[in-house]
């Protein structure tokens, strides 16, 4: 899987698996724009792919703000001179954000989550489609969430708003393939980030979902990039309009508790 001579834009590129991502692209050959709001962050991702011998640029981005993610497609193209693959990977939680019912969701979050979450991302896909199309070729990911596959409680905005981001998705992928642009979502599990890894949860909230996780732990950020490099890259030729789950196979179980012993539980026939 090799990204010689081509160009990627990374939204949210400076930590997690946004950073994992502009590592992976650039280790394999491909020039790497970390579009981040956090400019510390940027700096030192780009600093560690050049230190072994990558290509990459940081622009400043708000993805809130409709010039910025702009500035971040034309950037690559005259950085670079072409734009292969954009990433739309930023997320951020509302300030002062607490886990609420729907009845209960104050109307900046809820504008906040759709505008950061979804607006963003079409935006920067139809900044992106002008230069594609002219190359005619380009693969677009997003990272959705299993939360937009099935609901949770007290998060129903993020759920809005990955769900939709997944048929935005698949519309694009409608809409575009005919001009060779190809559009895929990636869909997390719990990912082992500093909101959920590093601090952000009492080692018993953690227990608690890595007990709900088949493959027994949390996933890496670069178990994601994996994927969205995947779908990236032309392996995936055939790929579009997909959306895939990385989730350890927590969303593979039914829910029905179990009528046969776990392993750990089951007798042996030693």
């Known amino acids: 899987m090799r990204f010689d001579g081509k160009v990627g834009v990374v939204t949210g590129g400076g930590s997690g698996i946004g950073r994992a991502t502009a590592i992976g692209f650039a280790q394999r050959g491909g020039s790497v724009v970390i579009a981040e709001f956090n400019q510390e962050a940027a700096a030192k991702v780009v600093a560690e792919i050049t230190r072994e011998g990558g290509k990459a640029a940081a622009i400043r981005t708000d993805v809130s703000k409709p010039s910025d993610l702009q500035a971040a497609i034309d ?37 906040h989550t759709l505008n950061v979450g979804l607006t963003a991302c079409f935006r920067a896909m139809k900044y992106a489609v002008p230069v594609m199309s002219e190359q005619k070729s380009g693969a677009i990911v997003n990272t959705a969430s299993i939360s937009g596959l099935f609901a949770d409680y007290g998060v129903a905005a993020y759920n809005t708003i ?22 895929n979502c990636v869909c997390p599990g719990v990912i082992d ?36 490099l995947f779908l990236a890259s032309d392996l995936a030729a055939f790929v579009t309009g997909a959306a895939y789950v990385a989730d350890g196979g927590q969303t593979a179980h039914t829910g029905i508790p179990p009528i046969i012993p776990s392993e750990s539980q089951a007798p042996s026939h030693r």
Do not use: C, Q
């Open 75 to 111: 950037f690559a193209r005259s950085r670079f001179g072409r734009l292969d693959f954009l990433h739309n990977n930023a997320f951020a939680m509302p300030p002062h954000w607490r886990p609420s019912r729907v009845g209960e969701i104050r109307d900046e979050a809820w504008e």
């Open 193 to 228: 980030t500093p909101l959920i890894g590093s601090g952000g949860t009492d080692p018993e909230t953690r227990k608690r979902i890595e007990s709900k996780i088949p493959l027994g732990r949390l996933g890496r950020p670069e178990d994601i990039a994996n994927v969205v």
């Open 162 to 183: 990955k769900a939709g981001l997944i048929n935005l998705t698949r519309a694009f992928a409608l809409e575009y393939g005919p001009l060779g642009i190809r559009a």
